[in-house]
């Protein structure tokens, strides 16, 4: 029996205002259509903003369903759009923010499997790894290289 250990990389910005500045203008687009979430019944809303390498910036934010599992969170509906878009664009880095209604969420909040698997899919496309920005309300911004740092052994399209 052979032990492995699996180790990610995380940067952290202790403040926002520590981000480079391009990064600091996605996280503000991430928090401007946060605000736009349809979240009624969690009343936790994500905000995500896409930065791709034709200059345009992809946006999206949780949009739920009364039949709770046909929503959608925001980073798949920014990276679908993204996808339906520019399917030839590079995604050059992704930023996500969170917000609850009834406590300041001041620790980042990490995306769901979900979310790392459908990011991961675009990484595996387009051959370069995409950093992954993420904060709660308030507090630091974590920084990945890569999706697949959020999702270590991932199942990818070589299995098939
Ligand atoms: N949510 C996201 O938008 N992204 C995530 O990565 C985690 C969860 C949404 C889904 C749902 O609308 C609400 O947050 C509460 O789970």
Do not use: W
Not at 61 to 82: D, K, L, V
Not at 90 to 104: D, F, G, L, T
Request: hydrophobic fraction near 40%.
């Amino acid at each position: 029996m052979q032990k492995k250990q699996l180790a990610i990389a995380l940067k952290i910005y202790a403040q926002e205002h520590e981000l480079p500045a391009e990064v600091a203008a996605l996280m503000q687009e991430a928090k401007k259509t946060r605000a736009n979430a349809y979240a009624p019944y969690s009343k936790f809303k994500v905000g995500a903003a896409i930065q791709l390498s034709n200059g345009e910036v992809v946006t999206g934010n949780n949009q739920e369903n009364a039949a709770y599992p046909s929503g959608m969170c925001a980073e798949r509906t920014a990276i679908y759009s993204a996808g339906a878009r520019f399917p030839e664009a590079r995604i050059e880095a992704i930023a996500i923010c969170v917000k609850a209604h009834n406590q300041i969420i001041s620790q980042p909040a990490s995306p769901c499997g979900a979310c790392r698997q459908a990011m991961a899919e675009y990484e595996q496309k387009q051959k370069t790894p995409i950093p992954v920005y993420f904060m709660g309300e308030t507090g630091p911004v974590y920084k990945v290289d890569a999706v697949l740092d959020l999702l270590p052994l991932a199942f990818d399209s070589s299995f098939l």
